[in-house]
């Protein structure tokens, strides 16, 4: 064996509770549980169902496909997860007119009046998170998650980024 010091393990001078990535990560897997909470309890469904209703309703999506590519997961979770909105009756399958191939999402008016009812459910979860926070705070918040979306070069989060750096500065907790 030899007498030659160890050299330091990464790992050990990592300190994760300092990582951007995962501080990120916990805010994000804590506001979802809490949305979850609230969607669950009041609406029935879970956060990812209520997101993927109130992006229908923003006509944000409205394909599987978009979906798909909004949330970062395959086509065939997406589709359990509009199945069971079917079933729920919160929306249908309508096969575009203009190429056969292409099913959009539409939401049934219960779709809709559930749509209506999830910005109250994001706002207190926000409201709770952000206690304390100046709207100067929020603000600067949200410019630097914008410029790390729009560092990702990808093109959806870049448009999301300069699209809303573009608009007049909406409720300051939102």
């Known amino acids: 064996m030899s007498d030659a010091p160890t050299p330091p393990s990464p790992i050990g001078e990592y ?16 506001m979802w549980n809490m949305v979850n909470q609230h969607t669950s309890a009041e609406l029935g469904i879970t956060s990812t169902q209520a997101s993927m209703v109130f992006m229908l309703a923003a006509g944000k999506s409205l394909t599987a496909a978009d979906l798909a590519r909004e949330y970062g997961i395959d086509a065939s979770a997406v589709t359990r997860l509009i199945d069971r909105l079917e079933k729920r009756g919160l929306l249908s399958r309508v096969r575009s007119d203009e190429d056969r191939r292409v099913v959009r999402l539409a939401l049934t008016p219960e779709g809709f009046a559930l749509a209506e009812k ?57």
């Open 118 to 174: 999830i910005p109250a459910i994001f706002s207190r979860v926000l409201d709770k998170l952000l206690m304390g926070f100046s709207p100067e705070e929020v603000g600067f918040l949200k410019s630097l998650l914008r410029r790390i979306l729009a560092n990702s070069c990808d093109p959806s989060c870049v448009a999301l980024a300069s699209a809303a750096a573009d608009k007049p500065a909406a409720s300051p907790l939102r």
């Open 15 to 30: 300190q994760l509770g300092e990582s951007v990535g995962y501080l990120v990560s916990r805010v994000r897997s804590t």
